[in-house]
Every structure is written in structure tokens, then in C-alpha cells.
């Protein structure tokens, strides 16, 4: 829309084509429901700026591997050696590449008869459910799933049948009403660090002849003996049939993977879109990974750490009356609900060094925004200390008793107390 053309010296000439009405209307709608009114002309998720000694739980970056010396040299010496490769689709991969290598060195990680690794978590999840469903099949999403799985279905064709967040009542109720299909959940879910009741789904899909597809990326890394997730963990690895995965969370890098079998993953490659239509992974990255598998496998200490500091972490907020109760996981939310409160309790937190992700339609419910907090497992006791007196510090400012996670919370609580 907009071409820059120097002309002079430093002298830029802009020009701009013209917009059409329906165009401009949609832009027109953000800036004035969005940035003015609901944002007061600023931006929800633009506070300040984290000082040196800000305690910043923004990354997903759970086991604090992002800058170790040993992945960061193995991508050093690749990229020195190979620069970026061939820029080419997945699709002409083959022979003894050494993605090919790593792909299977994953799958005997994780107990799948292949891996196929993609660009991105989002190409996982929306190139295998493109292949795997279609107008005819309908697809079952928990409807706090991650919005790649949504954007799946939309681009398979097939109709979507969302089910209340973690309830298998309501997921078998809804098979029974329309057949046999494709069960999509999250393992963990990502805005409040939720766990999926995986045993009970994978129970109720196979029981009534549905593909079980479960998202790890928030569990793999940081769950299981070797961090190889939960699905393994719990056993189910023959009962689930593709685990996908975003590797820019414990594997602190940029790509994707989906769990299948060996004849499934040449069928993928050679029909998922984003699998042929988009180019493969550079070979540092590759090299990278190969790495960081080696120390997401043998560096247990910090699983331990991770969740010693999310314990902690969990516990002295919910202890604080916030209400952190419906996750377990390493994603810590505190629910503000509206975007206005969520501004002043984003506001509240920065001011005092703790920088959180803002979490806000369309990534939440319109009126459960929240700030996630990702617990890693570098946080030392003397950070988890300071986020703890900062949340206690700010109760009264951010207004958390009337705060409608709250108000559940102790609904919740007097429910409990009635039924003894
Ligand atoms: C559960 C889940 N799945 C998929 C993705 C997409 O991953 P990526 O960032 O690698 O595209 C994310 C990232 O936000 C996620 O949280």
C-alpha cells in the first residue's frame, strides 16, 4: 500500500495508494473501539520498558535455556559453516539431511513412530488439520484451545464443534449428537495453565472412534521423566494419535513438530500447505535443536527448579486471594477481566519492576483479560520474593476483590463449604 523511494540525500518521498471504503472501515473500527475507547488511546500491550533489574516472566522460555552456551555454539558453528543453507520447501528434504536425522532421534524421544518438524507451531497445527478433516468430519475443540487448532479447522472446511473448557461431560455429550470426528485439546492451556483431563478425553475419543490430537507445546520440555511431555507421561502415547508442538517455549528456538506414524508423515509433507508451500528450517536451526534436546534431555535440575518456583509462585498468590486456582502448570494468570483493568493492574505491576504478557480478546474471552506470568526456571527465591510482595503490594490499586475471577473463586469456595 505504501512505497518509499529515496529521492535525495536523506529525502523520502511516501507514496500511498488510496483506500478503499471497506478497508478503511476496518481500520477505522480498531482505532476507535479499540485504541480510543477501550484503551484510552493507548495500547494494551505497550507499558514500559523492563529496567536491568525488572523481573521480567514475559518468555516461555521455561527451563532458561535460550542462552545456553552449548546450543548457542552448536547454531554458531553451523551457521559459520553452512551460512543459511538451501532456502527450499520441506518437501525436497531427503537422503541424510541432517533435519531428517533429528526428526527421527525425536521420535524415539518421544515414542512415536515419526516426527515431521514444521516452521512453527502454527504450521503444525493448521497443516495437520487440514489433512485430517474436512467438510464431512466434525472436529471437537475445547474452547480454550489454542486459536492455531480454530485456524485449522476454518482452513480444513470442517464444522466446528467447541465444548466448555475441560469438560468431558460436555465433549461426549456433543459425539454422541454428531458422530465420530477429530478431538483437538491442549495439554496445557496457555492463558491460564490449565491441564487438560487428557486420561478422561482420550478415554471418551477412542471409546467413540475419534482421532485424538493433543497440543504439548506448554508441556513439552517442562513434563514427563526426560521432558517428553504429558501424553507420554501419562501413558497414552498408543492411544493419541498426533501430539503437535511449538518448539518457541521449552525448546527456546522457532519451529514446530507434530507425532505420527512413518506412513503418515510422507502423506503430510506432501499435502499439508504450510508443509510444502512454506520454506523448511535453516540449518542452524536444525543444529540448535539437536542440541537442545541433548540438554532438555539430561538437564532434569530444571524441571525440578521449574516447578519448585511455580509451586511457589502458585501458592503464595493463591494464598494472596488471587485466584490462581484453576491451573496447575507454569502459566501463572491473574485475571483482571476487562481491558481497562487489565491496563491498571499491568500498569501497577511495571511500575513496581514485574513485566508480565497481557492476555486480551482474541486470545481470552472478551471480558476474562488477564497477565500471564510464565514462571522459568532461572527465577531465583529473592525474584519469586519480590513478585510475591509487589502482588501483595498492589491488591487495593488494581481493585482484585471485585475482580470477577475473584468473585468465581469464592463462589467456588462457598459451594465447597456447603457440600461440606
Ligand atoms: C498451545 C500453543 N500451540 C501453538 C502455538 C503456536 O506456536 P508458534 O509460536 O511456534 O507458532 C502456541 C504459541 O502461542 C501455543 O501456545
Known sequence: MERQEQRTGNEWRVHRA???EFLKRRIDWYYRERV????????????????????????????????????????AATVRRE?????????????????????????????????????????ANTGL????ADESVPVYVDMFAHMSLHEGIASSGATPYPFRHNDVECLERMIRRHGPGVVL??????????????????????????????????????????GEGL????????????????????????????????????????TS?????????????????????????????????????????????????YNVHEGEAQIIALEAGTEPNTIVLRDALEARGVFGSVFCAPATPAKRSLIRLSVNAGLSMRQLERVVAV??????????????????????????RRAG
Request: charged share 20%; net charge neutral.
Open 129 to 132: 488439520i487440514q489433512v485430517i
Open 391 to 416: 502482588c501483595a503490594a498492589i491488591r487495593d490499586e488494581v481493585g482484585m476483590a471485585e475482580w470477577p475471577s475473584t468473585r468465581r473463586l469464592s463462589r467456588c469456595f462457598d459451594r465447597r
Open 36 to 75: 480510543e475507547k477501550t484503551w484510552s488511546g493507548g495500547h494494551i500491550m505497550r507499558g514500559r520498558t523492563p529496567g536491568d533489574d525488572a523481573v521480567v516472566l514475559m518468555s516461555n522460555d521455561y527451563l532458561s535455556i535460550a542462552g545456553h552456551e552449548a546450543i548457542l555454539e552448536a547454531q
Open 273 to 321: 500447505r504450510p508443509a510444502i508451500f512454506s520454506s523448511t528450517l535453516l540449518p542452524h536451526e536444525v543444529a540448535g535443536f539437536e542440541a537442545t534436546l541433548r540438554v532438555i534431555r539430561s538437564e532434569g535440575w530444571r524441571r525440578v527448579r521449574l516447578r519448585r518456583n511455580t509451586a511457589y509462585l502458585r501458592g503464595q498468590l493463591g494464598l494472596l486471594g
Open 185 to 226: 485439546i491442549d495439554s496445557v492451556y496457555s492463558t491460564d495453565g490449565s491441564i487438560a483431563p487428557i486420561e478422561e478425553i482420550v478415554r471418551v475419543g477412542n471409546e467413540h472412534g475419534c482421532v485424538l490430537v493433543v497440543d504439548e507445546s506448554h508441556s513439552l520440555g517442562t513434563h514427563g521423566e526426560t
Open 18 to 20: 488510496a483506500e478503499p
Open 83 to 123: 551460512g543459511n543453507g538451501l532456502l527450499m520447501s520441506g518437501v525436497f528434504l531427503h537422503g541424510d539431511n541432517p533435519q531428517l536425522a533429528l526428526e527421527r532421534r525425536l521420535a524415539a524421544w518421544l515414542g512415536s513412530g515419526a516426527t515431521v518438524l514444521c516452521q512453527s507451531g502454527w504450521c
Open 231 to 270: 501424553v507420554p507421561a501419562l501413558g497414552l502415547t498408543d492411544r493419541v494419535h498426533f501430539r503437535t508442538a511449538s518448539l518457541a517455549k521449552a525448546f527456546a528456538g522457532r519451529a514446530g513438530l507434530i507425532t505420527c506414524t512413518e506412513r503418515f508423515a510422507d502423506y503430510f509433507r506432501s
